[in-house]
């Protein structure tokens, strides 16, 4: 009864405490409405206060609850606007203008959801070219509750233009794109409520995990006393009073970037690494960083070039006081700096870099070799120990919130639930891939929450198509284990549920960021997923996936689904086909050699006479994987053993 109690009582002060009739977030300009459903309008009031909507010449009336709630339903209605609506109750009128009636798309996961257009490639093309109105965004900030809130952390619409595409999901925008271009004639909703680094269980709701009333308190105990950890160990890093103002940067002077500061009571820091990672966990807000190099007096005159790696997330780098370049929230962006010959000096040069994180991980991370002094075409490196100073703390709570069980689900997805969807995207996995364990259980654990969100939306079976996890990390020279392959396995399972479909990406991913730039394609792909699955179109909209195989005289032949006009090896002059790889009963896998033979795939291997089982394009990174479609979809990564 206590926790009864408790969540009730969070419940209510989770709601707006003011007299004036209230809206969900989700209800205002340039809103996209669910076509074909009916559509609820809703927010909160005094008890008892009379509530009046508007909308296309019929009223339609409700009476704020015991609960301060109230909801109206307009009917179901075909594609079409703009239209306007008047809320009316409590001496106050809310006018809401330019609203659409279209399809409405969640687009959810972690940071390759999140990934804005104006990180991904031909950004200032995109951005330029920017000139469909009717795709609108709606990004739900990061935030989190541990119980089920009815309020969203904030968020408004905006329409696609050159002056809002940069902050869109680039993912969903190129699939909403996609579909407008193909033949689409209707408006696009985004949604967008994403959270980079998150697990899957975040976004699940306590009966989707099998999770008790017992549990909010517990995970709110837990993170209270994590919270207190973190703040413990910042002070007792840093100090008692934690800095809020920057002394290193003062009406724009750059006192800690003077070569003549003395440094030597400053900590020393690892260079590349986030700051979290060494003795500074939870810390957002302004680090300084000072190195030094020497020069020759010929070397000076000429000038240099400075890598300076990857910054989470803006940076001022100065050498010897004089700034040399700069960016801002550009966290995964190479920083690569010409230094004129009149910054630098023959002999000592001091290097000073200030960073702003505004979440999450912060500092100059990234490969060593992104870490350079460039002399006459000579690299030297600079990673190492450098000079390390705490500008400014900002510290904001939500390190960790993003992997504990409901959380996001509570804040991100709950006060969604009343708004009709037509279908969602997802694009996360790479949180649950650290594991052997974690990347097994995906499997079941994805289907339940697909299952549990069509449940609680409740419009029904909606359509849910997912990215499959790109390739990523250093290609293996041997065939072996792949955390990131069973991953894919589990989410490729997941079509067993109808009304789903994946893209395929293991071929569009880079070795070295685990935030592949081309989010064209990926959208493209999903945009293929939904024309087939949701919108009934007759096209190939999969690449080739394992149906089948049978053995003879030492050669396996394997059968396809989704063959399309034919199967290909892509790029390969010979026909030749890789990244197969073959084992007897021994279990032990080498490489293969692989043909296409029709609509079959032959592999053998002179070492394996009696073949038992074949895996493709089984690893964090099968870069030589080629098995395509006509189409030009590539097929899912597969096994044939269970090993």
């Known amino acids: 009864m206590r926790n009864l109690f408790l969540f009730l009582l969070t419940m209510t002060l989770a709601l707006p405490a003011t007299a004036q009739v209230q809206l969900s977030r989700l209800i205002s300009d340039g809103m996209v409405m669910q076509r074909g459903h009916e559509v609820p309008i809703w927010g909160w009031a005094d008890p008892g206060t009379a509530i009046t909507v508007t909308f296309e010449g019929q009223t339609y009336t409700a009476e704020a609850g015991a609960d301060r709630a109230w909801k109206v339903r307009l009917p179901s209605m075909e594609a079409g606007g703009p239209y306007a609506m008047t809320v009316e109750g409590g001496g106050a009128t809310h006018e809401i203008a330019d609203i659409w009636v279209g399809d409405v798309w969640i687009a959810s996961g972690q940071s390759n959801m999140e990934w804005t257009v104006a990180n991904s490639n031909d950004a200032a093309a995109e951005i330029a070219a920017a000139n469909d109105p009717m795709i609108r965004h709606f990004k739900v900030p990061q935030s989190w509750a541990p119980t089920p809130e009815p309020t969203l952390a904030g968020g408004s619409w905006a329409a696609a233009s050159p002056e809002t595409l940069a902050n869109f999901t680039a993912v969903g925008y190129f699939f909403a794109r996609t579909l407008r271009e193909e033949g689409l004639n209707v408006p696009i909703g985004l949604i967008n409520t994403s959270w980079g680094g998150s697990r899957i269980e975040p976004w699940m709701s306590a009966t989707a995990l099998g999770l008790g009333p017992d549990a909010y308190e517990e995970i709110r105990a837990r993170e209270e006393a994590n919270e207190r950890r973190i703040l413990d160990g910042l002070r007792a890093r840093i100090g008692e009073n934690l800095p809020t103002e920057d002394k290193g940067l003062i009406n724009g002077v750059a006192h800690w970037a003077s070569p003549d500061l003395g440094d030597s009571d400053w900590a020393d820091i690892p260079v590349p690494s986030l700051w979290e990672q060494t003795g500074y966990e939870g810390m957002d807000g302004i680090g300084w960083y000072r190195t030094t190099f020497n020069l020759t007096a010929a070397e000076a005159t000429a000038g240099v070039k400075l890598g300076v790696g990857m910054i989470d997330d803006s940076d001022i780098t100065w050498v010897n006081g004089q700034r040399v370049g700069g960016m801002e929230m550009s966290y995964n ?215 089948s195989h049978t053995v003879e005289d030492g050669k396996v032949m394997l059968s396809f689904d989704h063959v399309g006009s034919g199967l290909m090896a892509k790029g390969s002059a010979d026909g030749a086909l890789h990244s197969f790889a073959i084992a007897g009963a021994d279990g032990q896998f080498v490489w293969a050699n692989a043909q296409i033979e029709g609509d079959t795939v032959v592999v053998w291997s002179d070492a394996v006479a009696e073949p038992v089982a074949v895996r493709y394009a089984w690893a964090n990174n099968p870069d030589t994987a080629n098995l395509y479609n006509a189409e030009g979809l590539p097929a899912t990564p597969f096994r044939t053993d269970s090993w």
Request: hydrophobic residues 45%.
């Open 333 to 547: 962006a190479v920083r690569e700096y010409n230094v004129p010959a009149a910054a630098v000096t023959a002999g000592r040069n001091v290097l000073a870099v200030r960073v702003v994180d505004t979440g999450g991980g912060g500092g100059i991370y990234g490969p060593a070799n992104l870490l350079y002094l460039e002399v006459g075409g000579e690299r030297r490196s600079l990673a190492g120990t450098w000079k390390f100073k705490v500008g400014a703390i900002s510290v904001v709570l939500n390190g960790g919130k993003n992997q504990q069980p409901m959380m996001l689900y509570n804040k991100m997805i709950y006060p969604l639930l009343p708004y009709p969807i037509k279908g969602a995207i997802w694009y996360q996995g790479e949180s649950n891939a650290n594991s052997v364990e974690d990347a097994v259980a995906y499997q079941k654990i994805f289907a339940d929450m697909i299952t549990s969100w069509r449940i609680e939306w409740k419009v029904g079976h909606f359509p849910f198509l997912f990215v499959q996890l790109a390739n990523f990390m250093e290609p293996a020279a041997e065939p072996g284990p792949s955390n990131w392959a069973l991953l894919r396995e589990s989410q490729h399972a997941t079509l067993e549920l109808p009304n789903t479909a994946e893209a395929v990406i293991i071929d569009i991913g880079e070795a070295d960021d685990i935030h592949p730039r081309n989010k064209q394609d990926v959208g493209r792909r999903l945009a293929l997923g939904a024309k087939k699955v949701v919108y009934g179109e007759d096209l190939v909209y999969s690449g080739p996936a394992y149906a």
